[in-house]
């Protein structure tokens, strides 16, 4: 069964490499085969039949996971919609969050109307989209609720996220959410509750009403977000900081209900029930207590899990626990990895595409690490000496999934879990599960569990912030690749083998590549440039072979920023662990906003603004007397001339030369700056690369400077269908008419280019191109 199931898993991981889906016959003639190879694979040896098996469970995995593909992207949003006013009649499908003036949440699509010329008319669109509702007045705030049925006025767009190396993938997100359009409430709109069904959304609105019980029980307590985590699966409290310290300690599986909490509570529940169940000796007669107890378990866990949302990890402690207190009632024992690949297995039915979260590769992984190293073998009485050999054996075996996810890996995570584990399973949960069961009867009550449940965490909370601090507390690097990756497995299969296995410790060598081999850097007189898919806003690294300079940070937007979401990931992925410059062309959020983030994640040597930044301090003006060499290649400021200009012609004006090539990052400069440029260095400007002036606006790129620039490239750093139609048509034509080649981040993703002083210029790399995937949208010329 285990071959199986996981030739089931590789189908659908190789779907998942597709750029595009063929056709739903070839899903369809692939599943068939699958089963005329089943039916004529037992005619042969045992050897060959399970060669076969293997085959069609592979093809069987490929063609369930491109049927549901195709289900999930057959309700798209067309093109023609985008950006128009629509009516959209529906119900709120997920509990909505609150992120400032907005709330969030996913809408299931009854009818979706369009205002024509004859009225409304009725148009194809997507069954799940998500919206966002900015409500600035709080009088006029509406309290909405799961299951409720709304009439709302709407703007949409097909699914949309930056593309970045070691960035976030936000739209294989939506695609596993099954959201197909993203967008907003119209406040000018009509907006109107339609009715509350009297059966909707039972499960989920209980749960919101606990989230917002727990919210005023704790009201203003640090720790309340993981309260709700831990009691509900409902994370949208939580914040950064913690998720930091988290993984830096190695503990943040404890704020995700799986296996360890289902399998607390549902334990509790046997052992519990069956004794109670003894004391009626006649119910004993016709019902064991151990099979009462059992199915006790089993509704504990599912209620635990109904709770939590169900999600991935959830669902396959959920399905363990069932599989293996069924055993018990059945009186058929089942293997524990029977119990986990018919888990594995149930899964990828109910969802196949739940492998394109973290969530299920490091939960099933940890069951999976821990069963290969205890099942079946003999181990030490001492139960201490268990426990820590199980935290040091999860360690390691996810020691490349953390790497690949998090580009980091908690060093003290087996020291800080034998402390955390026994602490929040017999302390904290008791009390949070007691606590929020009961606060739907006696609140006064439950509120007390819930206090005292966050008394005790807050306990355990400071001696984890401690550790965190730790300067050994966690190991950063760059992304692996695959083939470190691959070897990195092997040797950790050597390393947990029994030890009867001769050149078990031959497994360190195999894991040497995932610290050694390291992402290319430039050689000496060559440059990486890359301006990064940040949305609209600028934010770019130039890269030499000894040192790393960044032109702009990106956007930032409540809580969010492109420091955090893009720079950081990106710079880690590469294996940068400084900035030597940093350079802040101007005064704008869509330039500037992700540099305190940048600040607070890695050291950043020398500052340079153009106009003075709220919270950079030792920041020194870009003017354009300064310029240095870094391993050959030269960095000089163009402009500003005084350190007193304001607003988007106080952008600083850097040109990197490499050999014959040239690179030109404008920041936002106008018409009078490219004036003053050509009044004092008409002579310096022609460039390979130019980075467009303002994101291509009509007070930019005029004729006279784009002749001097001469440019080879040009390259629009925007946002997808952002509000100011950026760049403008008529800015387009200039370049197109002075022969350049132009690239718009919010078509190609990250843009990157290699200019050597020996080899020239290599050919841009695109990254959405090259990492295109079937669920992202295709975003082409025209559309942005």
Same mark, same amino acid.
Request: charged share 15%; glycine share 8%.
């Given at each position: 069964?285990?071959?199986?199931?996981?030739?089931?898993?590789?189908?659908?991981?190789?779907?998942?490499?597709?750029?595009?889906?063929?056709?739903?016959?070839?899903?369809?003639?692939?599943?068939?085969?699958?089963?005329?190879?089943?039916?004529?694979?037992?005619?042969?040896? +045992?050897?060959?039949?399970?060669?076969?098996?293997?085959?069609?469970?592979?093809?069987?995995?490929?063609?369930?996971?491109?049927?549901?593909? +195709?289900?999930?992207?057959?309700?798209?949003?067309?093109?023609?919609?985008?950006?128009?006013?629509?009516?959209?009649?529906? /119900?709120?499908?997920?509990?909505?969050?609150?992120?400032?003036?907005?709330?969030?949440?996913?809408?299931?699509?009854?009818?979706?109307?369009?205002?024509?010329?004859?009225?409304?008319?009725?148009?194809?669109?997507?069954?799940?989209?998500?919206?966002?509702?900015?409500?600035?007045?709080?009088?006029?705030?509406?309290?909405?609720?799961?299951?409720?049925?709304?009439?709302?006025?709407?703007?949409?767009?097909?699914?949309?996220?930056?593309?970045?190396?070691?960035?976030?993938?936000?739209?294989?997100?939506?695609?596993?959410?099954?959201?197909?359009?993203?967008?907003?409430?119209?406040?000018?709109?009509?907006?109107?509750?339609?009715?509350?069904?009297?059966?909707?959304?039972?499960?989920?609105?209980?749960?919101?009403?606990?989230?917002?019980?727990?919210?005023?029980?704790?009201?203003?307590?640090?720790?309340?977000?993981?309260?709700?985590?831990?009691?509900?699966?409902?994370?949208?409290?939580?914040?950064?900081?913690?998720?930091?310290?988290?993984?830096?300690?190695?503990?943040?599986?404890?704020?995700?209900?799986?296996?360890?909490?289902?399998?607390?509570?549902?334990?509790?529940?046997?052992?519990?029930?069956?004794?109670?169940?003894?004391?009626?000796?006649?119910?004993?007669?016709?019902?064991?207590?151990?099979?009462?107890?059992?199915?006790?378990?089993?509704?504990?866990?599912?209620?635990?899990?109904?709770?939590?949302?169900?999600?991935?990890?959830?669902?396959?402690?959920?399905?363990?626990?069932?599989?293996?207190?069924?055993?018990?009632?059945?009186?058929?024992?089942?293997?524990?990895?029977?119990?986990?690949?018919?888990?594995?297995?149930?899964?990828?039915?109910?969802?196949?595409?739940?492998?394109?979260?973290?969530?299920?590769?490091?939960?099933?992984?940890?069951?999976?690490?821990?069963?290969? /190293?205890?099942?079946?073998?003999?181990?030490?009485?001492?139960?201490?000496?268990?426990?820590?050999?199980?935290?040091?054996?999860?360690?390691?075996?996810?020691?490349?999934?953390?790497?690949?996810?998090?580009?980091?890996?908690?060093?003290?995570?087996?020291?800080?879990?034998?402390?955390?584990?026994?602490?929040?399973?017999?302390?904290?949960?008791?009390?949070?599960?007691?606590?929020?069961?009961?606060?739907?009867?006696?609140?006064?009550?439950?509120?007390?569990?819930?206090?005292?449940?966050?008394?005790?965490?807050?306990?355990?909370?400071?001696?984890?912030?401690?550790? +965190?601090?730790?300067?050994?507390?966690?190991?950063?690097?760059?992304?692996?690749?695959?083939?470190?990756?691959?070897?990195?497995?092997?040797?950790?299969?050597?390393?947990?083998?029994?030890?009867?296995?001769?050149?078990?410790?031959?497994?360190?060598?195999?894991?040497?590549?995932?610290?050694?081999?390291?992402?290319?850097?430039? $050689?000496?007189?060559?440059?990486?440039? /890359?301006?990064?898919?940040?949305?609209?806003?600028?934010?770019?690294?130039?890269?030499?072979?000894?040192?790393?300079?960044?032109?702009?940070?990106?956007?930032?937007?409540? /809580?969010?920023? +492109?420091?955090?979401?893009?720079?950081?990931?990106?710079?880690?992925?590469?294996?940068?662990?400084?900035?030597?410059?940093?350079?802040?062309?101007?005064?704008?959020?869509?330039?500037?906003?992700?540099?305190?983030?940048?600040?607070?994640?890695?050291?950043?040597?020398?500052?340079?603004?153009?106009?003075?930044?709220?919270?950079?301090?030792?920041?020194?003006?870009?003017?354009?007397?300064?310029?240095?060499?870094?391993?050959?290649?030269?960095?000089?400021?163009?402009?500003?001339?005084?350190?007193?200009?304001?607003?988007?012609?106080?952008?600083?004006?850097?040109?990197?030369?490499?050999?014959?090539?040239?690179?030109?990052?404008?920041?936002?400069?106008?018409?009078?700056?490219?004036?003053?440029?050509?009044?004092?260095?008409?002579?310096?400007?022609?460039?390979?690369?130019?980075?467009?002036?303002?994101?291509?606006?009509?007070?930019?790129?005029?004729?006279?400077?784009?002749?001097?620039?001469?440019?080879?490239?040009?390259?629009?750093?925007?946002?997808?269908?952002?509000?100011?139609?950026?760049?403008?048509?008529?800015?387009?034509?200039?370049?197109?008419?002075?022969?350049?080649?132009?690239?718009?981040?919010?078509?190609?993703?990250?843009?990157?280019?290699?200019?050597?002083?020996?080899?020239?210029?290599?050919?841009?790399?695109?990254?959405?191109?090259? $990492?295109?995937?079937?669920?992202?949208?295709?975003?082409?010329?025209?559309?942005?």
């Amino acid at each position: 069964m285990r071959l199986w199931v996981g030739a089931f898993l590789l189908g659908v991981l190789w779907l998942q490499t597709l750029a595009s889906l063929p056709s739903v016959f070839l899903f369809v003639l692939l599943g068939t085969l699958s089963l005329f190879i089943c039916y004529y694979a037992q005619r042969f040896s +045992s050897a060959v039949s399970r060669v076969f098996y293997w085959l069609a469970a592979c093809l069987l995995g490929f063609s369930y996971a491109g049927l549901y593909a +195709s289900w999930v992207l057959s309700h798209e949003l067309p093109e023609s919609l985008e950006g128009k006013t629509l009516i959209a009649v529906g /119900t709120i499908h997920s509990i909505p969050e609150k992120q400032g003036y907005a709330q969030r949440f996913q809408f299931k699509v009854d009818a979706l109307w369009e205002e024509g010329e004859a009225g409304l008319q009725k148009v194809p669109g997507p069954k799940y989209i998500q919206l966002s509702w900015y409500q600035y007045q709080r009088s006029l705030q509406q309290h909405l609720s799961v299951g409720d049925k709304w009439q709302l006025t709407v703007r949409l767009k097909r699914p949309w996220g930056s593309m970045n190396p070691g960035g976030f993938d936000y739209e294989r997100y939506l695609f596993q959410q099954k959201i197909r359009a993203i967008g907003y409430v119209d406040q000018k709109g009509e907006n109107k509750w339609l009715e509350t069904p009297a059966f909707a959304y039972p499960v989920q609105r209980v749960r919101q009403t606990l989230f917002n019980k727990i919210d005023l029980a704790l009201e203003g307590r640090e720790l309340v977000g993981m309260i709700q985590a831990l009691a509900l699966g409902l994370r949208t409290n939580m914040t950064d900081s913690h998720w930091e310290t988290l993984r830096r300690t190695g503990t943040n599986h404890l704020m995700a209900i799986s296996g360890l909490h289902i399998g607390l509570i549902s334990g509790f529940a046997f052992f519990v029930f069956t004794f109670l169940w003894r004391g009626f000796p006649t119910l004993c007669l016709y019902f064991p207590a151990v099979k009462a107890g059992a199915v006790a378990a089993m509704v504990a866990a599912l209620l635990y899990s109904a709770l939590a949302g169900f999600s991935t990890p959830t669902q396959r402690a959920f399905i363990m626990v069932c599989v293996f207190m069924g055993s018990v009632i059945s009186n058929r024992p089942t293997g524990v990895w029977q119990s986990f690949c018919l888990a594995l297995l149930l899964v990828l039915l109910l969802d196949p595409f739940s492998t394109l979260s973290v969530g299920f590769w490091l939960s099933f992984s940890a069951v999976g690490i821990l069963l290969y /190293t205890f099942a079946g073998r003999l181990q030490p009485g001492n139960k201490l000496k268990q426990a820590w050999k199980s935290q040091w054996v999860v360690w390691l075996g996810l020691l490349p999934l953390c790497l690949i996810f998090f580009q980091q890996s908690a060093l003290i995570a087996p020291l800080v879990n034998l402390i955390a584990i026994p602490w929040i399973s017999f302390i904290v949960v008791p009390l949070t599960f007691i606590g929020t069961g009961v606060l739907l009867l006696h609140e006064g009550l439950g509120n007390l569990c819930l206090r005292l449940a966050e008394l005790s965490l807050s306990g355990l909370w400071s001696i984890i912030e401690s550790l +965190s601090r730790l300067p050994f507390s966690h190991w950063q690097q760059f992304s692996p690749n695959a083939l470190s990756v691959f070897l990195a497995v092997c040797g950790i299969g050597l390393l947990l083998a029994p030890r009867g296995l001769p050149g078990r410790f031959l497994g360190i060598i195999f894991l040497l590549p995932l610290f050694l081999l390291k992402p290319a850097a430039p $050689k000496a007189g060559e440059v990486h440039f /890359t301006l990064l898919d940040v949305g609209q806003g600028l934010a770019s690294v130039v890269r030499t072979q000894d040192h790393v300079l960044m032109f702009d940070t990106g956007i930032g937007f409540g /809580t969010s920023d +492109s420091g955090s979401r893009v720079l950081v990931p990106y710079l880690q992925s590469q294996g940068i662990k400084q900035v030597d410059t940093l350079v802040l062309s101007h005064n704008h959020h869509d330039h500037t906003g992700g540099a305190i983030s940048l600040l607070n994640a890695m050291p950043v040597g020398e500052i340079f603004i153009g106009e003075p930044v709220k919270g950079i301090e030792n920041a020194k003006h870009c003017l354009s007397e300064i310029s240095w060499q870094w391993s050959g290649i030269e960095f000089a400021f163009l402009y500003p001339d005084i350190p007193e200009a304001r607003g988007n012609d106080s952008s600083c004006v850097l040109q990197v030369r490499v050999g014959a090539h040239r690179l030109l990052l404008t920041g936002d400069i106008e018409q009078y700056a490219e004036e003053k440029l050509l009044e004092k260095s008409k002579d310096l400007l022609k460039s390979t690369i130019l980075v467009a002036p303002h994101h291509g606006s009509s007070t930019s790129s005029g004729a006279e400077f784009l002749s001097a620039v001469k440019a080879e490239f040009v390259l629009f750093p925007v946002g997808y269908r952002n509000r100011y139609q950026f760049p403008r048509s008529e800015v387009i034509e200039r370049y197109e008419d002075s022969g350049a080649t132009l690239y718009n981040v919010a078509e190609t993703g990250a843009i990157s280019f290699t200019l050597s002083a020996k080899q020239g210029l290599v050919a841009p790399s695109l990254y959405r191109q090259e $990492k295109r995937r079937f669920w992202h949208s295709l975003i082409t010329e025209g559309s942005t």
